[in-house]
């Protein structure tokens, strides 16, 4: 796929608490997929169109006991979920690597980059952003044959083993409930499309075409057509 950025008409956003960045950690991380590489590509993304979030090292704090208590209500209401007890293929679980992440998105926030790089940032980090995302998509539906959602209702997003975030949140411009990401998703929508008939990398391509079959083949009452 070719790189792109965002050029749209800029988004209203809420201001930056310690309650966005917990919120942010959390969603991030389920976006993410639980891949590292694709939680820092996110990171830079929020950072690119929203320079002036900093944080503080009392708002860290803050922000690791907020997400703390996120993951603990997350963990009693899903408690045979594979997902909460860290048994989702390579990724960790997120109660261990919640230190991690805010320690990084504290270090991405806090950059001072020019307007040029931050543009720069934007456009490799959607790039980054779609090509792990199919990747993460495809691991999961094609190589694994769906999502460990043992325990949890199929009838839900959070429990649909065939869930495809490039496909539901990104193709199909559903929404995730946070401002952010829905612009994070947009632009990889955008990013896609315009790549799509012209694209360079094929191995991606060839991805996302077989996500998407096996996404439409679990979805036949909702199916994505490009």
Not at 198 to 215: C, F, I, K, P, S
């Amino acid at each position: 796929m070719a790189r792109a950025g965002h050029e749209g008409q800029p988004i209203e956003y809420s201001p930056f608490t310690p309650e966005k960045g917990a919120q942010l950690v959390f969603f991030g991380y389920r976006f993410s997929q639980g891949e590292g590489k694709l939680n820092d590509a996110i990171f830079k993304y929020l950072h690119s169109i929203k320079p002036g979030w900093k944080i503080s090292d009392q708002a860290k704090k803050t922000i690791l006991s907020l997400s703390r208590t996120r993951v603990d209500n997350f963990l009693k209401h899903s408690e045979n979920s594979p997902i909460a007890k860290g048994k989702v293929a390579h990724a960790p679980p997120i109660s261990y690597d919640l230190e991690r992440m805010v320690e990084d998105m504290q270090t991405v926030f806090n950059g001072n980059e020019s307007p040029k790089v931050l543009r720069e940032i934007n456009t490799a980090s959607i790039t980054d952003i779609t090509i792990f995302e199919i990747g993460q998509d495809h691991y999961f539906l094609i190589k694994k044959g769906g999502r460990p959602r043992k325990g949890l209702d199929p009838k839900t997003i959070q429990g649909d083993s065939w869930l495809s975030f490039t496909v539901f949140h990104a193709l199909m411009s559903n929404p995730t409930g946070i401002e952010e990401y829905d612009r994070m998703f947009q632009d990889v929508n955008g990013f896609i499309r315009s790549s799509r008939f012209g694209g360079v990398d094929r191995e991606t391509d060839a991805q996302l075409d077989n996500v998407v079959r096996v996404y439409n083949e679990h979805h036949l009452d909702k199916p994505f057509v490009w």
